[in-house]
């Protein structure tokens, strides 16, 4: 499966807003685990960016479905999704290039 982040900032920063979305983001991790995502970390991000949830999914397709959901748990976020490489794989990637 390929390995995805999702990066969430909040346009608002009203620490309400941030708790309820935290609660609100548990119950739906049990509903993507569901569509056979796996979820990898979720994590608190001090920067430019105020969150960020690393997963596996079995297909692009899956895996919008994590910022989907996302944005319906708070339509005050905005929302970016990378594909992310382990390190190992990423230097035989670049092994393979060197000719």
Known sequence: ??????????????????????KEWQDSAKRIEGLGIKLLGSYGILGPYDMAF??????EEKAASVPLSISYLDSAIQTETWTVIPIEEF???????QC
């Open 1 to 22: 499966m390929a390995m995805y982040m999702t990066m969430v900032r909040f346009t608002h920063q009203e620490a309400r807003g941030i708790s309820s979305f935290c």
């Open 54 to 59: 690393v997963y596996e999914a079995p297909s």
């Open 91 to 97: 230097a035989e990637i670049t092994d393979k290039l």
